[in-house]
């Protein structure tokens, strides 16, 4: 394969796995609306608090097994030595369903002292309560998400990255349809509570796991046939079972350190927010709607951005670990460059406009009623989105590239920060200082992989900086007409119709700004290598 042809086998599955996860975000903004006004504001913490450790249980239980799944059928079918990727498979979905199924026993156990602790001592009896159920509930997904995850392991693997992408997109969709309905099902048609909107919301997680499920093993069938075939044409056996799990876990269990210390700022915010803000004179019922608009309101808006280290990391990992197996660093240099370039080149503009227009946006997303609080938190919130989505591409990078201490050194360090920062940050700045707390922590881990990148490879990060000016300076460019007129002539947040469709048309503005001065500036040539830069010219080039 050609240099030119690998740097697109690269960024297209890359972006592939980033578009996958784009919709399933996109999708996922639907329910926030609905949710809210099923369940109401002052349940949403709830739903913010389950789903972080939601989020750390499947990252404990899915996070590296599946990572080291796909990096290892790339690399034995790579070798043609298929009977070994198939034990691969065997063995890390085992090892996955024995972890969750002891994740789940000991969540059990502990749901109603967790919700205690998480509440704190000004919490009523039925606010303890409703959490202890929906950690109850969330245990069918400890189970159903983590065996999926490993099926798209294999198939990452595969880099069949279109079926990962499609499996994403059909997750997602399933999941927000039984929120929305199974919600509006018990709370309006059935008079439940409101709290029943959040039990569903958690619900609905493994009925979309279970359905992603049966579409894997309905449209799979050639390609596990494929596979098994070449397997029994293959000449001697797999690889020795010990082996194999040795090389597993050497992959995975890294990776589920670095994905749980990754969790580390969200789990701090729901452990430890509502007992100190109030410790600190924070009214209970204002901290709680801070949490939830920050945890629920303002990381689905940043979500979007951050796709982006979803979908490559999802993409990088076949493409450097084969370049890593050969020692090519000349090669592996030029990967890094690529995926930093686009990373930065489609982040900055979105983050700059989340933070310009966090008002319109949240006005948009939410309605009006908390527009001034809500667009305040995701102003600051932005930072996060910039943050959150670079830090965990170099997570990615370091242990695809076998710097797994390093990586889970520099996340221990980067939880240290966050923990140390949270309570100082808010004592001194108030509920903001959480947000503050979680960039630092983010920042840290983006410096030292940078440094370790150019000690070890020689990575010129001078390229990327230059990438970086231009992109801001075209950034700026772009919004600051449109931030100059909505100053004279402000958005009126009274319809969310024609807010929406103001600010639309100024976002296809911003854009076309955006996509023209930056090409002026030469740099989607650059970031892409094409003499010429077209929007057909480059769907073109990820076809290839």
Do not use: W
Not at 143 to 155: A, D, H, K
Not at 412 to 423: E, Y
Not at 480 to 499: G, K, M, N, Q, W
């Amino acid at each position: 394969m050609t240099e030119e042809k690998k740097k697109q086998s690269l960024l297209a599955g890359a972006l592939t796995g980033s578009f996958g996860v784009f919709i399933s975000k996109a999708l996922g903004l639907f329910y926030v609306v609905p949710l809210n006004s099923l369940a109401g504001e002052s349940n949403m913490a709830f739903y913010s608090i389950t789903y972080t450790y939601y989020d750390m249980i499947l990252k404990i239980c899915q996070a590296g097994i599946p990572f080291a799944i796909a990096a290892l059928v790339a690399k034995y079918v790579g070798r043609e030595d298929y009977k070994t990727a198939l034990l691969v498979r065997k063995l890390g979905t085992s090892f996955i369903m024995g972890i969750s199924f002891l994740i789940a026993f000991l969540f059990f156990l502990g749901a109603r002292p967790l919700a205690v602790s998480s509440l704190g001592s000004s919490a009523a009896p039925e606010d303890i309560a409703a959490l202890t159920n929906l950690f109850y509930i969330l245990l069918l997904a400890v189970i159903t998400v983590p065996y999926l995850s490993s099926v798209r392991g294999f198939y990452q693997g595969l880099k069949r990255l279109d079926i990962y992408a499609v499996s994403q997109v059909l997750e997602q969709l399933v999941r927000v349809t039984g929120i929305i309905g199974l919600g509006y099902l018990f709370v309006k048609l059935l008079h439940f509570k409101s709290i029943y909107a959040i039990y569903m919301a958690i619900l609905a997680a493994s009925l979309a796991a279970v359905v992603t499920i049966l579409y894997f093993l309905a449209s799979t069938r050639r390609d596990s046939r494929y596979v098994r075939q070449q397997a029994a044409k293959q000449e001697g056996g797999a690889q020795p079972p010990k082996k194999i799990m040795r090389e597993i876990l050497s992959l995975g269990i890294p990776y589920v350190i670095i994905s749980f210390l990754g969790t580390m700022g969200p789990l701090v915010n729901a452990k430890f927010f509502l007992s100190y803000a109030t410790k600190t004179g924070i009214d209970y019922e204002i901290a709680k709607q801070v949490l939830g608009i920050v945890q629920t309101n303002c990381s689905k808006i940043a979500s979007i951005p951050q796709v982006l280290s979803l979908g490559f990391s999802a993409g990088l990992v076949p493409y450097l670990s084969d370049t890593y197996e050969k020692q090519d660093h000349k090669q592996l240099r030029r990967q890094l460059r690529d995926i930093f370039g686009t990373v930065l080149y489609i982040l900055i503009p979105v983050v700059l406009v989340i933070g310009v227009f966090s008002a319109e946006i949240y006005a948009i997303m939410y309605g009006s009623r908390n527009v001034v609080l809500g667009g305040s938190l995701l102003r600051r919130y932005a930072l996060v989105a910039f943050t959150d989505t670079v830090a965990p591409i170099f997570s990615s990078i370091l242990i695809t590239l076998r710097f797994r201490l390093n990586a889970i050194a520099f996340l221990v360090l980067s939880a240290i920060l966050k923990a140390v920062t949270f309570f100082v940050l808010i004592k001194a700045v108030g509920y903001s200082g959480m947000i503050y707390s979680t960039a630092l922590a983010s920042i840290l881990v983006i410096v030292l992989g940078t440094a370790l990148l150019k000690k070890q490879f020689s990575f010129d990060i001078r390229s990327i900086a230059s990438i970086a000016f231009r992109t801001l300076l075209s950034s700026i460019v772009c919004i600051l007409p449109v931030a100059l007129f909505s100053y004279f002539v402000p958005h009126s947040y009274d319809s969310r119709i024609l807010l929406l469709f103001r600010f639309g048309i100024e976002g296809i503005l911003m854009v076309a700004v955006y996509l023209a001065f930056s090409t002026l500036l030469r740099l989607p040539q650059q970031v892409f290598r094409m003499k010429e830069f077209s929007l057909k010219g480059l769907l073109k080039r990820f076809r290839a």
